[in-house]
């Protein structure tokens, strides 16, 4: 797994790629807990994601509850479809915000669209 973190104004980009399992799910959860204490908004762009297993998933009911208490918004953009179905089942999909592209996912935070 890597995580490339892109800062623009008050929205943060963290493309993920690779897998998120078990054995790294403590750098996800670490690098993004970090990240949501930096910004105003925090777009989780999966494009490259090949798989989120249940550590992932714990991940982001985590980070989801971090963004929350810390006045943070926190969306999910070009989740690949295994991803999406997973979420789906789990009843995660419901409880993010998400977009096709990390660009309209910046574009509905800042209201340009």
Not at 2 to 16: Q, Y
Not at 43 to 57: A, H, I, P, R, W
Not at 89 to 96: K, S, Y
Request: hydrophobic fraction near 45%; aromatic fraction near 6%.
């Amino acid at each position: 797994m890597n995580i490339t973190i892109t800062r623009n104004a008050s929205i943060s980009v963290a493309a993920i790629s690779g897998d998120v399992t078990h054995a790294t799910a403590p750098d996800f959860q670490k690098s993004l807990l970090h990240e949501l204490t930096e910004t105003k908004a925090l777009v989780l762009d999966f494009s490259e994601l090949n798989l989120l297993t249940s550590s992932g998933l714990r991940v982001l009911l985590l980070l989801h509850r971090a963004a929350a208490d810390g006045d943070c918004r926190l969306v999910l953009a070009a989740v690949p479809e295994p991803v999406r179905d997973v979420m789906e089942i789990t009843g995660f999909w419901d409880q993010f915000g998400h977009y096709p592209s990390p660009a309209d996912a910046c574009a509905a935070l800042t209201g340009s669209n």
